[in-house]
């Protein structure tokens, strides 16, 4: 699921994909195919799984290939560089003796550079949650806010895709012993389940009610009708942050271990251990303690959506692009930075107001600004942290007033598209803003086209200082629960 969100990704930039898997995963195929994205099927022979990947990387000539596996080895890695392909590698825990790849992606919120001492010089570390890879089904709740119940009632119970040690038995046969007869519980039993007859029976046989959901495409819908999680501390961790959904989460491998922790360290969720040591009372008395408390829950649903804010996918295409970009606050230091880029001709021309501007008024204007709670200014850097250029927004209630100033030596090379995508949605993630609306010189073309490069729709013209201005807007999803849709 996780590479799956980087193809989106790629695919929604106008890449094209390819997954290689081994044969007979046809439920794994059939999602795969269903988004547009090709599949080549390795078949069973002579040759160890990772060489039979490699082996037809190769022949498919693909400039980038992506590594998901614990079984990927260096002599894979080698044979990839060699050919001249560059080499994503997906990683969990350090596992491997040698990262010779062009970048290493570790989404995990525990992930630190000191993991990975043996990579090559030019090697780029992608780590940590900012990067954790949500698929294209959770992009429309990126501004979307939780209310939190005084007690909680709705449980969402997803262990897992396949769950070998029927954890989630352990949770239901435990549920009773709350004593809380107005609960309503979901439990998601993944494709991959070889408990699901048992399961059935268990249901039921539960004093609670229990709604069943196989084969989920809407879990985001799921996560939001939920007041409480319990999961497996793997990938869905991620997209329970996402979500701001409160949860205990169940280690039912090793490799999420380090998962489970780091998010219970942080508050963002709760560590509720090993599924082979599931002690039904304690366990209990964890989800009571999480039920009955409205501000822990606040709490945890604040810390989880600041761990991910479900760019992680689109960082990743940006830096396979060599467009990484990080986006920071201005402060009080860039006031001359901001100087020098208005003060450039293609900017002076751009602008409805292009007159000169002195020192002494732009260090009053930027002053104001930085103080100003309704204007927000982002500047972007790239992976060597030179500055790329701003993106500037005035906000009105639910609204808000783009401009974007792409720095004279990056322009031309797809800085602007990156810089109006990711600071929208970061300006949604954070002041839920509805609508964001770009004004522009008619013969303006290089930013029409940019605009409407970005997903925004030209509207109605506007006059501005006795000029005409095109309008150009951008829409958040509007997400509405009452409904079995996304509007």
Known sequence: ??????????????????????????????RILAEGISVERLAAGSLPTSEAFVEAALRLGKGIVVLDGYGFVASDLNALSQAGIRVLIIDDYAHADNYSAQWVLNQNSYAEPRMYPLTNVDTRLLLGSSYAMLREEFLPWIGWERSIPQQARKILITIGGSDPENASKKVLSCLELLRQSDLELV??????????????????????????????????????????????????????????????????????????????????????????????????????????????????????????????????????????????????????????????????????????????DHSRWFAERLHDPNSVI???????????????FHIYDESAVLSVNVARGFRGRGWGKELIFFSTRMLVRARSIKRIEALVKPENYASVSLFEASGFQQTLTKQIAGQTALRFTWECVEINLSTSHVN
């Not at 699921?1 to 007979?24: D, H, P």
């Not at 942050?241 to 205990?248: Q, T």
């Not at 982002?378 to 500037?392: D, S, T």
């Open 1 to 30: 699921m996780r590479s799956l969100a980087v193809a989106q990704a790629w695919k929604r930039a106008g890449g094209a994909a390819t997954f290689i898997v081994r044969e007979g995963l046809s439920g794994i195929e059939d």
């Open 187 to 360: 439990l998601v039993i993944g494709g991959g389940n070889p408990h699901s007859d048992e399961l059935l029976a268990t249901v039921g046989r539960c004093l609670l009610p229990v709604r069943v959901e196989r084969s989920v495409q809407e879990m985001p819908r799921l996560m939001a009708w939920a007041d409480v999680a319990i999961a497996g501390a793997g990938i869905t961790s991620y997209e329970l942050c996402y979500m701001g959904l409160p949860s205990l989460l169940l280690i039912v491998a090793e490799n999420q271990r380090g998962i489970a922790e780091r998010l219970s360290e942080i508050g963002a969720a709760a560590n509720a251990g090993t599924s082979q040591e599931f002690r039904s009372e304690s366990f209990a008395l964890q989800l009571k303690t999480l039920i009955d408390s409205a501000d822990r829950r606040k709490a945890m649903s604040q810390r989880a959506r600041k761990q991910v804010d479900g760019l992680g996918s689109e960082r990743v295409r940006a830096a396979l692009l060599a467009r990484e970009l990080k986006l920071r606050s201005a402060c009080e230091t860039d006031c001359k930075l901001l100087f020098e880029w208005v003060q450039d001709p293609v900017s002076r021309a751009a602008s409805f107001h292009s007159a000169p501007i002195t020192w002494e």
């Open 378 to 392: 982002y500047i972007g850097e790239n992976a060597n942290h030179e500055q790329v250029g701003l993106v500037r």
